[in-house]
C-alpha cells in the first residue's frame, strides 16, 4: 500500500519532475559542450585547468591561427666567423643584446614588428621653461624616430598652452598631460618616476605597446626604431660607457634604497632615456618611485635622484636590451671613433638660465 501510494504521489507531480529533469539537462549541456568525438568540459574557470590536456591530443585548438607569411627579402647572409662589429661589446654576460651601428637590420625589423602592428608611446617631460625644447624636439622625432610606426608623443608638462601644434604624420599624435610643477628641478627630476608609473597604469596600458622614456632638452639627429624596443632597456651613459664599476657615480650611501657597493654594478645607465613594455616600464617607475618616497621619509636624497634609482634597480633587474651611447650623445664630447652614429643628442643650453625658471 506504501508503495502504491508513493507511485500515485509522483504521478500527481510528473509534471514538477519532467520539469526539474528538462533544467538539469540544460544545466548540463551548459557545462559540456561536444569536441567531435566526446564531450568536454567548456565553463571557463575549468577550460583553463583542463583545456590544454585536451587540445594537445588532436591540436584542433591550433587550427584559428593565421600563418604569417613575410615578403621575400633580398640581404646578405649573416657570417658566423665574420661578426660586424669586434671593437665594442655587443652582448652582456646575461645575453642581452647591445645595440650599435652594424649590429642589426632596419629592413627585418621592420618586417617582423609591423606584422605586430606595433604602438609606441614617447615621454617626455616640458616643465616651467623645458617647453621652448618641445618644437625641435617634435620635429626632428618626426623625421627619425619610429618612422612608419604608430606614436602618442604623451607631453607631460604644467604648461599645455605652450604646446606647440607641430605637423605629425599619419597615426601619430602629441597627448598633452598636465602635471603640476616643483620649485626644485631635483624633485621635477624625481617625480618623473611617479608620473610615469601613475599613467602606466591609468592610460598608457591601454593606448601602446612600449614606452619610451626619454629627456626634451634633446634633438633626434639619425634613426632611431624597433632595434631599441624589448621588455625592458637601458642606455649606456655617454660619460661613463668605458669606466670601472668604481668609478660610477651611484649612490654609495647604505642609507639609500639606490645604494650600490663599490665592487658591485654592470654599466651605468642615463636617466635620460630608458623603456619597455608598458607593464614593465610601470614596474621599473613604481619601484623606483616608492624607493625615492621611502628616502625622503629617512631624509635622504640620492645623489643623481631618480638616475640614481634607475641604475639601482636595473642592477637587479637585468634590461632584456642595452643602448650604445649613439642613443644618447652630447657632442661636446667629441666624436670617438667606436661612434658611427649620433642618434639622439643634447642641445646646447644653459641650465642656469632654464633650471627652476
Known amino acids: 500500500m506504501c508503495a502504491d501510494k508513493w507511485i500515485n504521489e509522483l504521478w500527481k507531480r510528473k509534471h514538477h519532475i519532467f520539469i526539474l529533469i528538462i533544467l538539469l539537462f540544460v544545466f548540463w549541456l551548459s557545462w559540456h ?14 577550460c583553463s585547468l ?17 600563418e604569417i607569411r613575410l615578403p621575400r ?10 661578426p660586424p ?7 652582456t654576460p646575461w645575453f642581452a643584446p647591445i645595440i650599435w651601428d652594424g649590429t642589426f637590420s632596419t629592413d627585418i625589423l621592420n618586417q617582423q614588428f609591423k606584422q605586430r602592428d606595433v604602438r609606441v608611446g614617447l615621454t617626455l617631460f616640458a616643465i616651467k621653461k623645458y617647453v621652448v625644447f618641445l618644437q625641435l624636439f617634435l620635429e626632428t622625432a618626426e623625421k627619425f624616430f619610429m618612422v612608419g610606426y604608430k606614436v602618442n608623443y604623451y ?3 604644467d604648461r599645455p598652452e605652450a604646446v606647440p601644434n607641430v605637423t605629425l604624420k599619419e597615426g601619430r599624435s602629441v597627448v598633452v598631460l598636465k602635471t603640476q610643477s616643483n620649485a626644485r628641478w631635483q ?9 610615469i608609473s601613475l599613467f602606466a597604469k591609468k592610460q598608457f596600458i591601454g593606448e601602446v605597446d612600449y614606452i619610451v622614456c626619454v629627456d626634451v632638452d634633446m634633438k633626434f639627429s639619425d634613426h632611431v626604431g624597433v632595434e631599441i624596443l624589448s621588455d625592458v632597456f637601458g642606455t649606456l651613459h655617454p660619460g661613463f660607457y668605458k669606466g670601472q664599476r668604481q668609478r660610477f657615480t651611484y649612490e654609495r650611501r647604505s642609507e639609500s634604497q639606490a645604494y650600490i657597493a663599490s665592487d658591485e654594478g654592470d654599466f651605468y645607465y642615463a636617466g635620460g632615456f630608458f623603456g619597455g613594455t608598458v607593464e614593465e616600464v610601470y614596474k621599473l617607475t613604481n619601484h623606483c618611485s616608492h624607493a625615492i618616497l621611502t628616502d625622503k ?29 649613439e642613443y644618447l650623445w652630447d657632442n661636446n664630447m667629441g666624436v670617438p671613433e667606436i661612434l658611427k652614429k649620433r642618434r639622439f643628442v643634447a642641445v646646447p643650453k644653459n641650465h642656469n638660465q632654464i633650471r627652476n625658471k
Do not use: C
Not at 583542463?50 to 593565421?66: Q, T
Not at 627579402?73 to 665574420?82: A, E, K, L, R
Open 155 to 157: 607631453v607631460l608638462t
Open 85 to 91: 662589429r669586434t671593437d665594442v661589446l655587443v652582448m
Open 33 to 46: 559542450t561536444y569536441s567531435g568525438r566526446m564531450w568536454i568540459p567548456s565553463l571557463s574557470f575549468y
Open 187 to 195: 624633485d621635477i627630476s624625481m617625480r618623473r618616476m611617479e608620473m
Open 297 to 325: 621619509a629617512n631624509g635622504i636624497e640620492a645623489i643623481w635622484h631618480d638616475e640614481s634609482h634607475l641604475n639601482k634597480y636595473l642592477l637587479t633587474h637585468k634590461p632584456t636590451k642595452i643602448l650604445s651611447p
Open 73 to 82: 627579402m633580398n640581404y646578405s647572409q649573416p657570417n658566423i666567423m665574420n
Open 50 to 66: 583542463n583545456f590544454s590536456d585536451h587540445v594537445r591530443k588532436d591540436g584542433s585548438y591550433l587550427d584559428h591561427l593565421l
